[in-house]
């Protein structure tokens, strides 16, 4: 039986692309779908064996969307995909429960294998992946603690969850590099960890993002 996957990514290029490498092999591209609204939309209305989702999508992202069919679907196996090999993503993909994170940038191979292996229901996580999630875990002691955060902070913590550098995080919000640097600073300090990947998971933790 073939292997039936839903791919939600906003780039038909890279619809296509992947839709025509995998007419090669035993998966087919049964639904698609260009932003989160549709992609829901479509995994409600048919079986999946596998859902490959995009993490920057226009209308929000595809960890969301990944956060979302978990809840409909907690068994229900997946894969992130991404252009960027950022460790924000890692600890979010692992939080919302995917079998694996895979690059664009990967060998098709790797991707069809790995498509394979998560419609079969196999984690597909990397020790190297793990230990990075590993270490945002480790270092949460005061996350069983209340902290509250001022409204800036919540959004630089939110726009840093969901991976922006910090000049993407002081462009989207207004500010200068250098404050963005320093609420960054103050808000690892202030939540108990040492880098980003932790803050995000600390985050996760809290529905924050």
């Known amino acids: 039986m073939p292997i039936q996957m839903l791919l939600v ?14 007419t090669k092999s035993d998966i087919v591209v049964s639904a698609e779908a260009g932003n989160m609204t549709n992609g829901f ?21 595809g960890l969301q969307l990944l956060s979302k069919i978990k809840l409909e679907k907690p068994t229900q196996n ?9 460790p924000t993503y890692l600890a979010k993909a692992v939080a919302y429960g995917a079998n694996g994170f895979l690059l664009k940038s990967d060998p098709i191979s790797r991707i069809v294998d790995s498509i394979r ?40 913590l939110q726009q840093l969850s969901n991976g922006l550098t910090n000049k993407e995080i002081a462009m989207a919000l207004g500010i200068s590099y250098e404050t963005v640097k320093e609420h960054v600073q103050h808000l690892l300090r202030k939540i108990g960890v040492s880098d980003r990947t932790q803050a995000a998971v600390w985050a996760v933790r809290r529905n924050l993002v």
């Open 117 to 156: 292996r998560a419609a079969s229901g196999e984690i597909l996580w990397t020790k190297e992946e793990m230990r990075k999630i590993a270490g945002g875990l480790s270092g949460l002691q005061k996350s069983d603690m209340e902290i509250p955060l001022t409204a800036r902070e919540n959004e630089v």
């Open 78 to 86: 997946s894969l992130v995909i991404s252009a960027y090999d950022n």
């Open 9 to 22: 990514d906003d780039h038909e290029i890279v619809r296509i692309g992947l839709k025509h490498t995998l």
């Open 41 to 61: 939309q479509v995994f409600k209305s048919a079986k999946f064996d596998v859902v490959l989702v995009d993490v920057r999508l226009p209308d929000g992202d």
